[in-house]
């Protein structure tokens, strides 16, 4: 009863569930994250919203930051163990149904998840992780049907799959409806011929969430996802792209040869692929926005802390006023953006259509990105050019957050089109 009164609603059905490791520790403690702060500062950071992130800090402490420099070096960081880790503690099912292995909670859950990856001291492995639980299996979640969802979706929030979306080509990135791969019907299969490029996890991956063209109508209405298991037949991982930053995750090109798919796997109605992305891209820019909010944070205050010590002409390069100031000025926007996001999710969470403020969020994370590391990565002098310092890693690694997922221009046309700005046919 005392559970029950604390943690109302879709948490309580949750904490009654079996969750082993830090999360059901830290959630059925009950209270410990009022001492965190005072009053939460958005609906977004409630204390049941603090113990979340902090299990949550206690996995990412002892299990992957340890260990980030190396998996940087190596070029790749080890799906498997990690996901598996996160998935015992719950944390790759926390907006998914209980009955699927899920915690039930709402989609604000998920993006204080991405808030406090973003403590993790690389960017490639938030993103893969943000693929895993928010990008390749909210359409299956939402419209695939029962079976594709014990064959796939269970695994996957339990870790024991690794997951990857397959949208972007060689000739289309964030232009979804030019995408070429086809998915020909022949009988109770489908036969897949095309590539995909820019996958994330895509050599480590058991399974993809695949967009093809299904039919030769209208570009709008020819596509189709699918649940596509990486071990058929003709699915060939070309090789392992050298990326300037996201070292640590790896990154695929993949080349389809009559691959053939039962048609059952297919994701809800065939014909609604577009669609089913376009949905699935409003949380996935939330989830990026959310990460790079707090690797923004860091990098802030790290070059506080290091422009106090070092000092130039006999003085901390921090008693500057240019310097203190332009932090100041960068923290403000911070701010900005923080509140931009925490409005789209809570109108999100209340079941609106949140693609306007989503894609305005997107675009104000791109740009911030670029500006924070950059002015800050000027105040570390020539540490800021070594691979010592995070700053360095942040400076190449947040650099995707202003083309993964849609470029400005991109972000721009879709605000644009709610704003009825742009030319009518």
Not at 49 to 66: C, T
Not at 127 to 137: F, H, K, L, P, Y
Not at 348 to 377: H, I, Q
Request: charged letters at 25%; hydrophobic letters at 40%; one cysteine or more.
């Amino acid at each position: 009863m005392a559970l029950a009164r604390r943690f109302p609603g879709a948490l309580a059905m949750a904490l009654a569930r079996p969750f082993p490791g830090a999360l059901a520790m830290a959630l059925r403690a009950g209270g410990r994250g009022a001492r965190l702060g005072s009053e939460p500062r958005d609906a977004g950071d409630s204390p049941r919203h603090r113990d979340l992130r902090e299990a949550l800090r206690k996995i990412i402490d002892k299990e992957i930051n340890p260990f980030v420099d190396k998996w940087e070096e190596e070029g790749q960081f080890p799906a498997h163990k990690v996901f598996k880790i996160l998935g015992q503690a719950g944390f790759l099912g926390v907006d998914k149904p209980t009955e699927y292995g899920g915690m039930g909670l709402d989609f604000s859950y998920n993006i204080a998840v991405a808030e406090e990856l973003g403590n993790i001291r690389c960017g490639g492995i938030p993103m893969a992780i943000g693929v895993q639980a928010g990008m390749a299996t909210p359409a299956l979640t939402r419209f695939g049907s029962h079976e594709l969802k014990k064959q796939f979706l269970i695994p996957t929030i339990a870790g024991d799959f690794v997951a990857c979306l397959g949208i972007s080509e060689p000739g289309a990135g964030s232009d979804v409806a030019n995408i070429k791969t086809t998915a020909v019907r022949k009988g109770d299969e489908y036969v897949i011929n095309g590539a995909k490029m820019w996958i994330t996890s895509g050599s480590q991956a058991d399974w993809m969430c695949l967009l093809a063209n299904t039919s030769e109508g209208p570009p709008h209405r020819n596509k189709s996802l699918m649940c596509l298991p990486m071990n058929l037949p003709g699915i060939h991982v070309a090789k392992k792209i050298d990326k300037l930053g996201m070292r640590s995750s790896d990154t695929a090109q993949i080349f389809f040869e009559d691959v053939r798919v039962p048609c059952k796997n297919v994701i809800g109605e065939e014909g609604k692929g577009f669609t089913y992305q376009m949905l699935q891209f409003q949380e996935e820019r939330l989830w990026g926005v959310a990460t790079a909010l707090t690797q923004m944070e860091t990098i802030i205050q790290e070059t506080i802390e290091y422009t106090r010590q070092r000092k130039v002409f006999g003085q901390p390069v921090l008693h500057n006023q240019s310097v203190h100031f332009r932090l100041a000025e960068l923290a403000t926007e911070l701010e900005l953006l923080r509140s931009l996001l925490h409005r789209a999710v809570a109108l999100y969470v209340e079941g609106n259509d949140v693609t306007k403020f989503a894609s305005m969020a997107k675009l104000k994370a791109g740009r911030l990105t670029r500006e924070v590391t950059d002015s800050c990565l000027q105040f570390w002098g020539g540490m800021g050019f070594t691979s010592e310092v995070l700053v360095s890693r942040f400076y190449r690694d947040l650099r995707l957050m202003s083309i993964g997922g849609g470029s400005d221009e991109t972000m721009l046309s879709i605000i644009c089109k709610y704003m009825d700005t742009l030319p009518r046919k």
